[in-house]
């Protein structure tokens, strides 16, 4: 996380961002690799790192907007043009797809955060709306289902009823430590 560091630095920093090419080009440098590397830690499927420079009088914005699934995401955009802000630096929300630019209700961090890769995924995925993992199910008639997390399918020969894929999927969501979705018909797999 070594680019989130330096963003960290760079951010916080006494360096001006507006009629300061130097710090501009820092700014989209740093930026990229370093969102790039925060979409990585926060392990999207899909995801997309802009930067507008503006125009001379403003430090120019770094964006990243990611997806775990479909109609769940996030957007991030920073600047320096006014740090210190009491509410935050860093704007994140949710979002249901990559063109989406409003999205749910804003949130905000310090830029001091970058510096704290884990607290900053932690804060990040509270606002994913399936903790990763869905059941999608293609087909009852030929048993065909998979989780949102990509990691999981099930395939069986004939149909089954949902209830019996959530069983199996209550297995996969229990051995990745979830406490499973209980369904009518479905056995409590706490003890096991």
Do not use: Q
């Not at 907007?65 to 920073?78: D, E, L, P």
Request: glycine share 10%; net charge positive; hydrophobic share 35%.
């Amino acid at each position: 996380m070594k680019n989130l560091t330096k963003l960290k630095r760079l951010m916080m920093s006494k360096e001006s961002g507006s009629y300061n090419e130097d710090f501009k080009e820092k700014f989209r440098n740093t930026g990229k690799k370093a969102m790039t590397e925060l979409a990585l830690l926060l392990d999207f499927n899909e995801f997309g790192v802009d930067f507008n420079p503006g125009g001379i009088a403003v430090s120019g914005d770094l964006r990243l907007m990611g997806m775990w699934s479909k109609g769940n995401g996030v957007y991030i955009t920073m600047n320096k043009d006014f740090p210190g802000k009491p509410w935050g630096d860093v704007l994140f929300r949710h979002i249901d797809h990559m063109r989406d630019f409003t999205g749910g209700p804003n949130n905000y961090f310090k830029f001091k955060l970058l510096g704290d890769p884990e607290a900053l995924r932690k804060l990040i995925t509270s606002l994913r709306n399936d903790n990763g993992h869905d059941l999608i199910v293609k087909s009852l008639h030929d048993a065909v289902a998979e989780c949102s997390c990509g990691r999981w399918s099930f395939c069986a020969t004939g149909m089954l009823s949902r209830e019996a894929i959530e069983e199996e999927f209550n297995w996969h969501r229990a051995s990745l430590g979830f406490v499973p979705r209980m369904s009518e018909g479905t056995p409590d797999l706490k003890g096991a």
